[in-house]
């Protein structure tokens, strides 16, 4: 039966039953009740139960008409009932208020309560919001709500220091402490205190800096009686040597640092495994740029300075200007009253050499140089390449201990075993004691230049440190990524879209030269361009850095090195920029030029011409339109104009319409009538004057 039984009857009793089950309609009797409730049918339709006590009737309308005084009996019965409940918890609650008066209360311990929910937190340095919450037990959201109400807004993946940290700590009951960061590396490196009594004089180590030009090379040949000038290339020192001079049965060991501001990386680590250095100034030209940096990473690495005035040959040499001057970098001569030794030399004839060198081993003396030769080595990587033929080669100084052919090595990342030793006279040996520069062979990687060397027990001890060394190196990599990353964050609506980026990539012949032309390059960044190293490596330039490069849109630059065939290849089908130089300059000129392309162009204005209005047409729908005369130049359509009336701006802008007679047109010349209609300006008289202009970019 499809209607189911649909019964509406006065008494309100409505089929319960429906075994069709399609209908199974709610039954509403007059009364309001919904008596209704559909049948089980295997179709599944099940029927909606509901009581509904406001008479719920098929019109809605019923309810409108429904007055409050038209209530019905029961209506009113529920009403009586409820207020008398309502009478009866009043009544109980008043009882329950009188008892509480009388009742003794436990006193309350508010200092316990405050004690158990204080809770002790370790910090680190950063942490994110999420973070925070985690380890105060609480909901991140808590916290950005807090920190909303009083007017902060921050996401929960947000970084905050410690400071900031420990604020919000303290508002959620928490004290903070300082993580104390452990330096792993250094913990690794740490010695323990030398025996007194093993230690004996070793040879000074001597450092040679001054300005570019200014002697340095000439005057370390004339020391050494050897000549390098020939192989070098635009008059700067590519590599960092060392080399031993013996005077007199006393041994110096010099280190050959390069002498121009590009290299600063590489002389600031040659400062560092310096005891004494010399500070070469010209008699004709005095103190530098560069002298001036260089006075300042020797006093930074806490060195002796000797100056050896250079140069004092030449005809215009003036000894007294160079002392003048470095008076100014408390460098005071001892004949004008100061601690600093000044010795007038000469590189080309060879004048005041020895008497350098006697200084030098003086200022030794006063200064005790001492070393432990029988303990284990530890000494300073100078410099570090890939040989083809022998693979990575080191040089390295030895400060400490004695290091012989056989020993077990870890240098920063790298480790191995010294296969061979050759000392700077290209003469192999089996051990180098204190202040020795030696070659070593046997390393299963590059170095970096500065890194420290030390031997030890066995090659596997050697192979954990600088695995501790490659994992403190990505952890560091990846605190700085996301320091730099949060930095991004917090200024990224500042930054959008005006930060440019010129992505370069680094190979050279030696480590020194990567780090010194990615100094040298990465100091060209300015507020709209900035200049990352992506990557720095030592050898040819292989298909993997232009695949790198590719991807990054990166340029590789090419130091004393060359690409291989396929890197060739590869960077003419990916349209690679690749440079190759060999002489500092013209990488950094020509990074600079790139430079300026990136930069946002300078705009000026450029006047372009002048007219006169000499009468208004009115038009409806447009306004008042200038009838004017080009006086001078031209006025074109997208020229902005300045409209003066007895020499006081009134207008500046854009023109809405330009015609001549009755054509639109682009321009008017010199001469020509035209009519204008100015954007949102129509209060304009005869005799005004208009100047037209536009913006032409400046080159930089």
């Known amino acids: 039966n499809n209607n189911g039984y649909r019964n509406n009857d006065r008494n309100g009793y409505g089929n319960r039953d429906n075994k069709d089950g399609n209908n199974g309609y709610r039954n509403n009797d007059r009364n309001g009740n919904n008596n209704g409730r559909s049948g089980r049918d295997g179709q599944g339709f099940s029927g909606a139960r509901r009581n509904d006590r406001a008479a719920s009737a098929p019109k809605e309308d019923f309810i409108f008409e429904t007055k409050p005084d038209s209530r019905r009996p029961d209506s009113r019965k529920n009403d009586s009932r409820k207020n008398d409940r309502k009478k009866d918890n009043e009544a109980k609650e008043n009882l329950k208020f009188a008892n509480s008066k009388h009742e003794k209360k436990p006193v309350p311990k508010p200092e316990k309560k405050e004690e158990e929910t204080i809770k002790q937190l370790v910090l680190p340095d950063t942490l994110t919001i999420k973070e925070l919450a985690d380890k105060m037990k609480v909901q991140p959201s808590a916290i950005v709500k807090k920190l909303f109400l009083q007017g902060k807004v921050v996401t929960i993946n947000q970084e905050v220091d410690y400071d900031t940290a420990e604020e919000i700590a303290l508002e959620f009951n928490c004290i903070c402490d300082h993580e104390v960061k452990v330096d792993v590396i250094a913990e690794l490196l740490k010695e323990d205190e030398e025996d007194e009594s093993k230690m004996v004089p070793r040879p000074p180590v001597v450092c040679v800096m001054g300005h570019v030009d200014h002697g340095k090379t000439s005057l370390l ?145 006063v200064n005790e140089l001492k070393a432990n030769p029988d303990r284990k080595a530890r000494g300073i990587v100078i410099e570090a390449e890939l040989d083809k033929g022998r693979g ?11 290091l012989r052919v056989g020993d077990a090595v870890a240098a920063g990342s790298c480790y191995g075993k010294i296969r061979a030793m050759i000392d700077d006279k290209g003469r192999r040996v089996k051990e180098a004691t204190p202040s020795m520069p030696v070659e070593i ?154 430079l300026k392309g990136m930069l946002e162009p300078i705009y000026e204005e450029k006047i372009i011409g002048h007219a006169e209005i000499r009468q208004i047409f009115k038009a409806s729908g447009v306004g008042n339109i200038a009838g004017a005369i080009v006086t001078e130049g031209r006025i074109t359509r997208d020229s902005v104009v300045r409209i ?13 319409t330009l015609k001549h007679f009755k054509d639109d047109v682009k321009e008017v010349k010199a001469g020509s009538e035209c009519g204008m209609v100015f954007e949102n300006f129509g209060q304009i008289q005869e005799g005004d004057l208009v100047e037209a202009h536009i913006m032409v970019e400046v080159p930089r």
């Open 221 to 365: 040949d004339a020391i050494r009686e050897t000549h390098v000038t020939d192989k070098e290339s635009g008059g700067i020192t590519q590599k960092i040597g060392a080399y031993m001079v013996d005077v007199n049965g006393q041994k110096i060991t010099f280190l050959d640092t390069p002498g121009h501001e590009a290299f600063t990386a590489m002389r600031m680590r040659g400062a560092q495994a310096t005891d004494i250095a010399i500070l070469v100034v010209a008699a004709d030209d005095g103190v530098m740029p560069q002298t001036i940096e260089a006075i300042n990473h020797a006093k930074a690495a806490g060195v002796e300075i000797i100056v050896a005035v250079n140069k004092i040959d030449k005809p215009n040499a003036n000894i007294e200007k160079v002392k003048q001057e470095l008076t100014e970098y408390e460098l005071i001569a001892e004949d004008w009253g100061g601690s600093t030794t000044f010795v007038p030399v000469s590189a080309h004839t060879k004048e005041g050499i020895d008497e350098l060198l006697e200084m030098i081993l003086l200022t030794a003396e």
């Open 392 to 402: 990575p080669v080191a040089t390295i100084l030895v400060q400490k201990g004695t």
């Open 644 to 656: 003066t009336r007895d020499k006081e701006q009134i207008y500046e802008g854009p023109i809405a």
């Open 441 to 594: 062979l046997g390393l299963n990687d590059v170095p970096n230049a500065g890194e420290i060397i030390m031997a030890t027990d066995n090659e596997k001890e050697a192979r954990n440190i600088a695995d501790t060394f490659i994992a403190e190196g990505k952890k560091k990599l990846l605190d700085d990524t996301k320091h730099k990353v949060s930095l991004d964050a917090l200024f990224e609506q500042i930054q959008a879209g005006n930060m440019k980026e010129l992505d370069l990539i680094i190979k050279a012949d030696v480590q020194g030269s990567v780090e010194a032309v990615k100094q040298s390059l990465v100091k060209l960044s300015n507020e709209e361009v900035i200049v990352k190293v992506i990557h720095g490596g030592v050898g040819n330039i292989n298909e993997s850095d232009v695949v790198l490069a590719s991807a990054s849109n990166a340029i590789i630059i090419g130091f004393n090195v060359k690409p291989d065939n396929q890197a060739r290849i590869v960077a003419e089908r990916e349209k690679v920029d690749l440079r190759l130089y060999s002489v500092i300059y013209n990488a950094i000129e020509d990074v600079e030029a790139a």
